[in-house]
Nanobody, 123 residues
Framework: QLQLVESGGGLVQPGGSLRLSCAPS????????VGWFRQAPGKEREGVSC????????TYVDSVRGRFTISRDNAENSVYLQMNSLKPEDTGIYYC????????????????WGQGTRVTVSS
């Protein structure tokens, strides 16, 4: 079964940090663009960040630029999202997704999705 598995979510205080991980099961991330999405309670799922298949280019939504960093380790077949200076509005379920194309987009045009990991930012 081809799927992605996210980990690293949890409860953190405002200003804190978390590192999310995304690893595939049943396939490799080689040459595939990977994106991170989140869905806050009562809101639509939104694209947060993505990284190209080569890892040479990244994209961020304005609300997280400068605080979040996406990276990939092809040797580990994984993609990460380092989240710093977290705010309560970052709360939500975070999903990683992969697409056959190497190009990075923040739309939902991804064929592989994980089940999500919950991030709660609260004091």
């Amino acid at each position: 079964q081809l799927q992605l598995v996210e980990s690293g979510g949890g409860l953190v205080q405002p200003g804190g940090s978390l590192r999310l991980s995304c690893a595939p099961s049943g396939f490799t991330l080689d040459y595939k663009a990977v994106g991170w999405f989140r869905q806050a309670p009562g809101k639509e799922r939104e694209g947060v960040s993505c990284i190209t298949g080569s890892g040479s280019n990244t994209t961020y939504v304005d609300s997280v630029r400068g605080r979040f960093t996406i990276s990939r380790d092809n040797a580990e077949n994984s993609v990460y999202l380092q989240m710093n200076s977290l705010k309560p509005e970052d709360t939500g379920i975070y999903y990683c997704a992969a697409r056959a194309s190497a190009s990075c987009v923040l739309s939902k045009a991804y064929g592989y999705w994980g089940q999500g990991t919950r991030v709660t930012v609260s004091s």
